[in-house]
């Protein structure tokens, strides 16, 4: 299956999990990730916009906004000015998803291990493999922080042209929102990666090769995410949800066509 249609299949997979997590009677098991994940958005809110507002009036001095005469040089300034909103938004809602990603693996990746037992047909939960969980957290530690910093470094190069470059300072932000969604959908796809006890390498060769779907579900949870309450609470739960069920159906579409042709 090509990037397209398993980023359409990333998005889809969204209501297929709501209704999923509702027929298995799942809602409690997402009622703790659902807290966890309320009580980080709180936490970094509050710190967020306790400068946001000191901030903005800083730069304001600093750009002499309010000296600019032009037309042009009056929407620039304000498009500058959005911008670094937007980018301060953006290292808000970067600095909730690593702690929610990070904080909050244990939690995902238990849920995760009940939906994929309950897709496969098991009523009964089987064990979770807690021997492979722990080696696999520790292996990825160093992962994590790669990818992060990779990130980090793209959406830096990002920020950077928009401020050297004015007029780019719109588009900014939707590419920004493209490289978040797929950073966030890499790390929901490896819950599955660490159910399957896959090593580091073999988690690595899942996202390589479900590169639309992390970037669909990625894009699914920011979605969801501007969702008042509801995505904060109910969002992570179905991100997982989301990637392990895109998994497993974009597997067996691969292995249908394979075998057909």
Partial sequence: MNVYKQAITGLKMYPKSYRFIGQHHLWPNALLP??????????????A??????????????????????????????????????????????SYKVLMLNLMAPLLYIFSTVV???????????????????????????????ILVKELFIIGIISLLALLIPIL??????????????????????????????????????R????????????????????????VIVGPSLAVTSASLGVIEIEKKDAVNKHAS
């Fill in 34 to 47: 659902g807290l966890v994940s309320l009580a980080l958005f709180i936490a970094m809110a509050y710190t």
């Fill in 169 to 206: 300072a719109p588009l900014a932000p939707f590419i920004i929102l493209a490289v978040e969604s797929y950073f966030i959908g890499i790390s929901m796809v490896d819950h599955t990666s660490a159910y399957r006890g896959y090593t580091v390498a073999e988690g690595r060769a899942l």
């Fill in 116 to 146: 994929i037992n309950r897709l496969s047909g098991k009523k009964n939960e089987a064990p979770i493999q807690w021997s492979v969980f722990a080696r696999e957290l520790f292996k990825g530690i160093w992962d994590a922080l790669r």
């Fill in 49 to 94: 916009f306790s400068f946001s507002d000191d901030l903005t009036a800083w730069l304001i001095e600093k750009t002499n906004y309010q000296e600019a005469e032009t037309t042009l040089s009056i929407l620039l300034a304000k498009a500058v000015l959005w911008f670094i909103r937007f980018v301060m938004l953006v290292f808000f809602f970067i």
């Fill in 208 to 231: 390589k090769k479900m590169k639309g779907l992390s970037f669909g579900v990625g894009l699914g949870f920011a979605l969801i995410f501007l969702i008042p309450l509801f995505g």
